[in-house]
C-alpha cells in the first residue's frame, strides 16, 4: 500500500472525474482551476524538483501567502517523498532562519515580495539547495523560477511509495512556551486525521468549502485535502477579509465555511442583509480557538446555518473532536473524539478521572504526531505510555461529548485558589458591549497573581472599565472577578485566531 498523501489527489480525479476543483478570489480578480490540471501540475513540478537535485526526504519550506501555487509546492513536494515545511509568511527573518536551521530545509519556495526576507534569513545556509520564487520578472542570480520548473516538467511523473510511519510534514508550533517546536506528521498521521473526521461532517461533490485559513497551518491544509476525498469545490482566498467572504459566499454559492471565532466575529459585523445572500450556507465550522456561546447563538440567528465545532492541535494533525451533525449539539462542547481516538481526562498524578471531572485532556490514536524534531526530552514529556497530553484543561460528559475550559499554563492562581480563564471570558463574552475579551494572571504582591481582563468593544457601543467590573462582580464570586480591564482595539492573535495571551500579560 502506497501511503503517500498525495494519493488523496490522484483518487479524486480517478473518482470524480474532470472537474472545476478549485476558485481562487481576490479583489477584483477569481481564477479557476480544474482538478486535472491541478494534478497536472503537481506532478510536473515534481518532476522538476527531481531534475534540479531535490531528493526524496528533503525539507521543502513554503513561504507564500494563499494560493494556487501553494497547494501545487504542497502536493508536488508529497509525490517526490520530500517533506513540507509550511512557514508563516508573517515572521521576521530572524524567526524564519530558526526555523531552517532547526529543520534541515534544502529548499524554499517564495515569492518576489518577500524574497528578500528569505535571503536575508538563508544567508550563509549551506544545506539550502535552491530558493524557488513564484511570478518572478527580474530573476535573481541564486533564484530558480516556480513557473518554468512547472512548465518544463513531466505531468507522467510516478509518484514516490511511501510508508505508513515516512515523515511527511514539519509544522512549527508558535512557540509559546519557548522556541517554536518541529512536529513531525507522517504520512499516516495525516491520513487517518483525514478519512476518521470526515464521516462528522458529511460533504459530498455539490458541496463548496470556502477556506480563507492560512494553508500554511495544519487546519488549512486539512481542510483542503477534504475536498479532495470528497469531490468538493475548494474556494481560496489569499486571507481572510470579511467583505470579500460574504460577496464570494453568495458569488459561489458556499455551503461550508471553515474559519476561526474571529473570522465568525468580524462577518457579523461586516453582514448587511440587504447586501449579503447567504441562503447557500449550511454549516459554519470553528476551530483552533475557543467559540464564545453568544457568537455561537448570533452566526445562526444573523447568518443561518449551523455552527459546528472541532477540537484538536498540530501535535494531532490536528483533529481530535467533532460535533456531529445527526447529534444533539451541546453549547460550550467540542463533540466527542473522532474515529480511531480516544480521548481521556488526567490528573496531575497521571489518573484517568472518570466523567464530569476536570483534568488535563489527552488523547491516543493513529493520526497522533511521531514526536517533535530534535528534542527527545519535550517528546517524551508531551508523549506518555501512548497519549499525548495536550496541555489544555477540560472534562468529557456522561454521553462522552469533550469539554474544554482552560490551559494548563494559562490558569490562573489566585491566593490558592484556581481560575479558569474561561470561566471569566465566558461572563464577559455575555455582556452586550463586549465583542471579544480575553483574562490572564498579572504578578500581585499580596494574593501571587490577580485576574485581568482585556476587552474589545462593540462598534457603536460604549462601556467603562466600571461598568464592566461590576457587572463582572455581579456574575461572579468575588476572587474570580477581574481586578482591572484594559481595552484593546484588536486582541492580539496568532495567524489562525487564537489569542496570543503572553502578548497580553507583556501590556501595562
Same mark, same amino acid.
Given at each position: 500500500m502506497n501511503w503517500n498523501y498525495a494519493m488523496h489527489s490522484l483518487e479524486n480525479v480517478n473518482k470524480f472525474g474532470d472537474y472545476c476543483f478549485l476558485t481562487y478570489e481576490e479583489e477584483g480578480l477569481e481564477r479557476r482551476f480544474s482538478n486535472q490540471l491541478m494534478f497536472n501540475?503537481?506532478?510536473?513540478?515534481?518532476?522538476?524538483?527531481?531534475?534540479?537535485?531535490?531528493?526524496?526526504?528533503?525539507?521543502? #519550506?513554503?513561504?507564500? *501567502?494563499?494560493?494556487?501555487? !501553494? +497547494?501545487?509546492?504542497?502536493? @508536488? /513536494?508529497?509525490?517526490?517523498?520530500?517533506?513540507?515545511?509550511?512557514?508563516?509568511?508573517?515572521?521576521?527573518?530572524?524567526?524564519?532562519?530558526?526555523?531552517?536551521?532547526?529543520?534541515?530545509?534544502?529548499?524554499?519556495?517564495?515569492?518576489?515580495?518577500?524574497?528578500?526576507?528569505?535571503?536575508?534569513?538563508?544567508?550563509?545556509?549551506?544545506?539550502?539547495?535552491?530558493?524557488?520564487?513564484?511570478n518572478e520578472?527580474?530573476?535573481?542570480?541564486?533564484?530558480?523560477?516556480?513557473?518554468?520548473?512547472?512548465?518544463?516538467?513531466?505531468?507522467?511523473?510516478?509518484? #514516490?511509495?511511501?510508508? *505508513?510511519?515516512?515523515?511527511? !510534514? +514539519?509544522?512549527?508550533?508558535? @512557540? /509559546?512556551?519557548g522556541p517554536p517546536k518541529g512536529v513531525m506528521l507522517s504520512h499516516k498521521n495525516l491520513s487517518t486525521c483525514l478519512t476518521n473526521g470526515l464521516p462528522a461532517w458529511p460533504t459530498d461533490k455539490s458541496d463548496v468549502y470556502l477556506v480563507p485559513l492560512p494553508l500554511n497551518h495544519i487546519?488549512?491544509?486539512?481542510?483542503?485535502?477534504?475536498?479532495?476525498?470528497?469531490?468538493?469545490?475548494?474556494?481560496?482566498?489569499?486571507?481572510?477579509?470579511?467583505?470579500?467572504?460574504?460577496?464570494?459566499?453568495?458569488?459561489?454559492?458556499?455551503?461550508?465555511?471553515?474559519?476561526?471565532?474571529?473570522?465568525?466575529?468580524?462577518?457579523?459585523?461586516?453582514?448587511?442583509?440587504?447586501?449579503?445572500?447567504?441562503?447557500?450556507?449550511?454549516?459554519?465550522?470553528?476551530?483552533?480557538?475557543?467559540?464564545?456561546?453568544?457568537?455561537?447563538?448570533?452566526?445562526?440567528?444573523?447568518?443561518?446555518?449551523?455552527?459546528?465545532?472541532?477540537?484538536?492541535?498540530?501535535?494531532?494533525?490536528?483533529?481530535?473532536?467533532?460535533?456531529?451533525?445527526?447529534?444533539?449539539?451541546?453549547?460550550?462542547?467540542?463533540?466527542?473524539p473522532i474515529n480511531e481516538v480516544d480521548v481521556c481526562i488526567m490528573s496531575e498524578e497521571g489518573l484517568q478521572l472518570q466523567s464530569g471531572q476536570e483534568g488535563e485532556i489527552c488523547a491516543r490514536g493513529p493520526n497522533i504526531m511521531i514526536g517533535y524534531l530534535n528534542k527527545p526530552e519535550e517528546t517524551a514529556r508531551t508523549l506518555r505510555d501512548g497519549w499525548l497530553h495536550t496541555g489544555d484543561i477540560g472534562y468529557i460528559d456522561d454521553d462522552g461529548d469533550l469539554f474544554i475550559t482552560g490551559r494548563k499554563k494559562d490558569l490562573i492562581i489566585r491566593g490558592g485558589?484556581?481560575?479558569?480563564?474561561?470561566?471569566?471570558?465566558?461572563?464577559?463574552?455575555?455582556?452586550?458591549?463586549?465583542?471579544?475579551?480575553?483574562?490572564?494572571?498579572?504578578?500581585?504582591?499580596?494574593y501571587g497573581e490577580e485576574v485581568k481582563a482585556f476587552v474589545v468593544v462593540r462598534s457603536g457601543i460604549t462601556v467603562s472599565e466600571d461598568e464592566l467590573l461590576n457587572y463582572c462582580q455581579s456574575k461572579l464570586p468575588r476572587f474570580k472577578a477581574p481586578k482591572s480591564i484594559s481595552f484593546l482595539k484588536e486582541l492580539p492573535k496568532s495567524t489562525v485566531g487564537k489569542v496570543l495571551k503572553r502578548e497580553l500579560r507583556l501590556l501595562k
Open positions: 501540475k503537481s506532478n510536473a513540478f515534481a518532476s522538476s524538483l527531481a531534475n534540479i537535485g531535490i531528493l526524496r526526504g528533503d525539507v521543502i #519550506a513554503v513561504i507564500l *501567502p494563499n494560493g494556487p501555487d !501553494v +497547494l501545487t509546492s504542497i502536493m @508536488g /513536494t508529497f509525490k517526490l517523498g520530500g517533506v513540507i515545511l509550511p512557514i508563516v509568511y508573517a515572521l521576521t527573518s530572524m524567526e524564519i532562519r530558526y526555523i531552517l536551521e532547526d529543520s534541515g530545509a534544502n529548499a524554499i519556495i517564495t515569492n518576489p515580495e518577500l524574497y528578500p526576507k528569505v535571503a536575508e534569513a538563508s544567508h550563509g545556509m549551506n544545506k539550502i539547495k535552491h530558493i524557488i520564487v513564484t520578472e527580474k530573476p535573481q542570480n541564486d533564484t530558480v523560477s516556480f513557473e518554468a520548473l512547472v512548465a518544463n516538467g513531466s505531468i507522467n511523473f510516478s509518484m #514516490a511509495t511511501m510508508g *505508513p510511519d515516512d515523515l511527511a !510534514v +514539519l509544522m512549527y508550533t508558535s @512557540g /509559546t512556551t487546519y488549512g491544509m486539512l481542510m483542503i485535502s477534504e475536498c479532495y476525498v470528497t469531490g468538493a469545490h475548494l474556494v481560496i482566498h489569499k486571507w481572510f477579509d470579511p467583505n470579500l467572504v460574504l460577496e464570494s459566499i453568495a458569488r459561489q454559492k458556499v455551503t461550508q465555511f471553515i474559519g476561526v471565532p474571529t473570522m465568525l466575529v468580524k462577518l457579523l459585523e461586516q453582514y448587511d442583509p440587504q447586501k449579503h445572500n447567504l441562503s447557500s450556507i449550511r454549516r459554519w465550522i470553528s476551530a483552533a480557538a475557543p467559540l464564545s456561546p453568544e457568537t455561537l447563538k448570533a452566526v445562526e440567528r444573523e447568518l443561518g446555518g449551523s455552527v459546528y465545532e472541532g477540537y484538536g492541535m498540530t501535535e494531532a494533525s490536528p483533529t481530535i473532536s467533532r460535533q456531529r451533525t445527526w447529534r444533539p449539539k451541546k453549547i460550550g462542547s467540542v463533540g466527542p485558589e484556581n481560575i479558569s480563564p474561561g470561566s471569566v471570558e465566558d461572563i464577559l463574552f455575555a455582556h452586550p458591549a463586549v465583542s471579544e475579551a480575553a483574562v490572564v494572571g498579572v504578578p500581585d504582591s499580596v
